[in-house]
């Protein structure tokens, strides 16, 4: 595979990722919109979160991709398959293991089935 077909991939790669992420964006913020301009900013606010949290993730991947074009650079070529290899566990980690939203209700959830099992 040559360069140039490798720097066109990931350039492709790039804009799907910012054409899900642009959909994503505007599912989350028309999704059981309120006509309150309050609630409308909480949502936009968790959106925007959310892109700040993803992006420099999914990103920083495909940087290294881009970097390890050349057969020169195996390290790069190694960092580029482990960092997207974890990529599951890292949006795991992110935005949900350290959500406190997300652990609290995974804390009630649990009070609610040890309390119905004895």
């Not at 006509?35 to 420099?56: C, S």
């Not at 390890?68 to 949900?96: C, M």
Request: proline letters at 2%; one cysteine or more.
């Amino acid at each position: 595979m040559t360069i140039a077909c490798q720097l066109t991939t990931t350039l492709h790669v790039f804009q799907v990722n910012i054409v899900i992420i642009v959909r994503v964006l505007t599912v989350m913020v028309n999704l059981r919109s309120d006509p309150l301009k309050k609630q409308k900013y909480t949502k936009m606010r968790a959106a925007l979160k959310g892109v700040i949290i993803l992006l420099p993730l999914l990103g920083l991947t495909w940087l290294f991709g881009l970097i390890s074009v050349n057969s020169e650079t195996i390290v790069f070529q190694y960092l580029f398959a482990i960092l997207n290899s974890l990529q599951g566990a890292f949006i795991f980690i992110f935005n949900y293991a350290l959500n406190k939203e997300v652990r609290s209700s995974f804390r009630r959830t649990l009070q609610r089935t040890t309390t119905t099992s004895l």
